[in-house]
T-cell receptor, first 115, second 109 residues
Framework: DVKVTQSSRYLVKRTGEKVFLECVQD?????MFWYRQDPGLGLRLIYF???????EKGDIPEGYSVSREKKERFSLILESASTNQTSMYLC??????????????FGNGTRLTVT | GQNIDQPTEMTATEGAIVQINCTYQ??????LFWYQQHAGEAPTFLSY????GLEEKGRFSSFLSRSKGYSYLLLKELQMKDSASYLC??????????FGAGTTVTVRA
């Protein structure tokens, strides 16, 4: 079974802090994603990566950056945390495939509260 | 932008059938996925459709009509453990999945 592990289940940070959310997958997947999930809005894509050192902006990249130095690890960085970044953050991975049924495999999420 | 619509909530009785509709307007189409998410847990993959028609997988079936931008997830013989959110997602390119807001299904005894 694919395992996607997020380093923290709950985090509380102060406004203006730099925050790192870490995600590791153990199935040699090429693609990795960061989503945030908010009530009534569903999952929104922040950034994704289809290869080491490659990154692409998703739908809501503002205020975030990412790092993918190794294939198995994808980090989300909040450069200066703000209260509107309080949310559930979900990391996911998938096999490379342009027209296949490769699903996303999600981690258990990190609930971040910014005060 | 992407527009994926599904009902917010549905309630059904144990043993019954529930159909969750999803309509989408996206810039491209490269497959539609359904996920199940129990409260406090990660979403888990349920089904995938890329061609028109019905895909059946045990008690769950998913249907797609690409010309209508429409899909549904059918849950049969409902069980209490089926109480969860169900997420419709469209892959509109090579990699990205765009999600609807999710439908919360409550199964009552």
């Amino acid at each position: 079974d694919v395992k996607v592990t997020q380093s923290s289940r709950y985090l509380v940070k102060r406004t203006g802090e730099k925050v790192f959310l870490e995600c590791v997958q153990d199935m040699d997947h090429e693609n990795m994603f960061w989503y945030r999930q908010d009530p009534g809005l569903g999952l929104r894509l922040i950034y994704f990566s289809y290869d080491v050192k490659m990154k692409e902006k998703g739908d809501i990249p503002e205020g975030y950056s990412v790092s993918r130095e190794k294939k198995e690890r994808f980090s989300l960085i909040l450069e200066s945390a703000s209260t509107n970044q309080t949310s559930m953050y979900l990391c996911a991975s998938s096999l490379r495939g342009q027209a296949d049924n490769s699903p996303l495999h999600f981690g258990n999420g990190t609930r971040l509260t910014v005060t | 932008g992407q527009n994926i619509d599904q009902p917010t909530e549905m309630t059904a009785t144990e043993g019954a059938i529930v159909q969750i509709n999803c309509t989408y307007q996206t810039s491209g189409f490269n497959g539609l996925f359904w996920y199940q998410q129990h409260a406090g847990e990660a979403p888990t993959f349920l089904s995938y459709n890329v061609l028109d028609g019905l895909e059946e997988k045990g008690r769950f079936s998913s249907f797609l009509s690409r010309s209508k931008g429409y899909s549904y997830l059918l849950l049969k013989e409902l069980q209490m453990k089926d109480s969860a959110s169900y997420l419709c997602a469209v892959r509109d390119g090579d990699y990205k999945l765009s999600f609807g807001a999710g439908t919360t299904v409550t199964v009552r005894a």
